[in-house]
């Protein structure tokens, strides 16, 4: 008994640490670039929904990303540019032709919503690993999917506007399954479940649902005829690509 137990004392002592697994998260393939159709579901506290279709295109790991809303009428032609950066605040923009103006999100609102959905702006942006402090949490199963654990505490740098999160990584494939994120209070704000597909060497995102429990709001975001490895062109990801809308 005694060197059973020394035994899973040396196997946790050993084992991956919360930073461990966040840079497994980083360093796993992502293709070069990825393009989809995404339909995006807003259903209220009373059950009414709201639904948009929307074009998007992204390389660098989606550190660069542009998004065109085709439908409803009323939303169509809107856009979004995101280019994430390592030394300097993230640029966002967003293309409103009604008021045919362009609006820079600046990084102290990347907290708003994103065009009246549960995710914010924030939640668009990948996570910077050294903005983020990483500690481990007992292993769980999800959905019979066996998981890490992570609690994930933003830095002063990261400037979030979130306390904390609890996030479920997959061990096999290493890809979240689900998150809780917690505000400036301490108290869950919002519940994120995600489903993922194989294609080609990648685990590619298809589905998330995220759940802003304090105003019982959800949104659910279906990726559709995803793509990836087609030689996307840098040059697309400029504020002039927000004004024209794509054919597919």
């Not at 040396?10 to 992502?30: R, V």
């Not at 933003?154 to 996030?167: F, L, R, V, W």
Request: net charge positive.
């Amino acid at each position: 008994m005694k060197r059973i137990i020394i035994f899973a004392f040396a196997s946790i002592l050993f084992g991956q640490t919360g930073i461990d697994i966040a840079k497994m998260l980083e360093d796993k393939p992502t293709p070069k670039d990825m393009s989809n159709r995404t339909k995006m579901v807003l259903t209220n506290s009373k059950g009414k929904s709201h639904t948009n279709e929307m074009i998007s295109k992204s390389m660098d790991g989606n550190k660069k990303q542009i998004i065109w809303f085709v439908e409803p009428k009323d939303d169509r032609g809107v856009a979004f540019l995101k280019i994430e950066h390592e030394e300097k605040d993230d640029e966002m923009r967003m293309w409103l032709p009604a008021f045919n103006k362009i609006r820079r999100i600046a990084s102290s609102k990347k907290g708003d919503s994103f065009m009246g959905s549960d995710m914010s702006f924030e939640d668009l942006t990948s996570r910077d690993i050294h903005e983020n402090s990483y500690r481990r949490l007992p292993d769980e199963i999800v959905n019979d999917v066996d998981c890490f654990v992570l609690e994930i505490i933003p830095k002063k740098e990261a400037k979030s506007s979130y306390t904390k999160h609890i996030s479920w990584i997959a061990k096999e494939g290493i890809f979240g399954v689900k998150e809780e994120s917690f505000d400036k209070r301490g108290e869950l704000v919002k519940e994120k479940e995600f489903t993922f597909q194989k294609l080609k060497d990648y685990y590619i995102i298809d589905r998330v649902f995220v759940k802003n429990v304090q105003k019982n709001h959800s949104t659910e975001v279906t990726f559709l005829d995803i793509k990836v490895d087609s030689e996307i062109q840098d040059k697309l990801f400029q504020e002039k690509n927000l004004k024209r809308l794509p054919r597919d």
